[in-house]
């Protein structure tokens, strides 16, 4: 038996290091965008005019309201893989009293943060 490789398992070498390969770098790309995602819905709810976020209570405004999901996703990334993810286990109630987040307008309709996340998601 020759121990020269054949064209045939050349191909079958180049087609494993191609699948190995692929497989690792969608990973991080499906991450990546995930996080663009998630970072979108923040500056989304930073942005918002004319609008205040409530929690608990108590109203904060919409920068305010920004730094605070940002804080709270860095503080439970493990469990954050997806932008409806982020929107379920962060954005949607508080963990300490399990109240909806709620999205106040100037006009006095209040929004679950949770749907109006989840609906704007679903345009990203």
């Not at 054949?6 to 995930?34: D, M, R, V």
């Not at 605070?68 to 982020?86: G, I, M, N, P, S």
Request: proline share 2%; with cysteine.
């Amino acid at each position: 038996m020759s121990t020269a490789m054949t064209p045939k398992l050349i191909t079958q070498a180049l087609c494993l290091i191609c699948f190995f390969w692929s497989a690792s770098t969608a990973l991080p790309a499906a991450e990546a965008t995930e996080k663009a995602k998630i970072e979108a819905l923040i500056s989304h709810i930073q942005g918002l005019e004319n609008a205040s976020f409530v929690r608990n209570g108590s109203e904060y405004s919409a920068a305010n309201a920004a730094k605070f999901l940002r804080a709270k996703w860095e503080r439970h990334e493990k469990e954050v893989q997806t932008a409806a993810d982020f929107i379920a286990k962060v954005a949607s109630a508080s963990g300490t009293s399990g109240k909806a987040y709620l999205i106040r307008f100037k006009d006095g309709k209040e929004t679950p943060c949770g749907e109006y996340l989840t609906a704007l998601l679903k345009k990203l």
